[in-house]
């Protein structure tokens, strides 16, 4: 999850009364693809990096592991 800059940030802010905008998913450790829905250059799902995220916005990661068999079935 992380804060957006744009316009339709402020009105999913102020609508959710929290500081995160903006979420993702990715299926790198590394998060070097994040998939996300609706980014400023291009309107629809995009990949970002998490690169992108070093400026002065919050940022919540959050991770789960599933054992491989689980995730084999």
């Known amino acids: 999850m992380s804060e957006g800059k744009i316009i339709i940030s402020a009105i999913i802010k102020k609508a959710t009364n929290s500081i995160y905008s903006h979420s993702g998913i990715s299926f790198d450790p590394y998060l070097r693809s994040i ?5 400023k250059e291009d309107h629809g799902i995009s990949i970002e990096t998490f ?3 070093n400026d002065d916005r919050h940022i919540a990661v959050y ?3 599933v054992e491989p068999d689980r995730y084999e079935n």
């Open 51 to 53: 690169d992108k995220f």
């Open 35 to 39: 998939y996300t829905f609706l980014g």
């Open 63 to 65: 991770a789960f592991f």
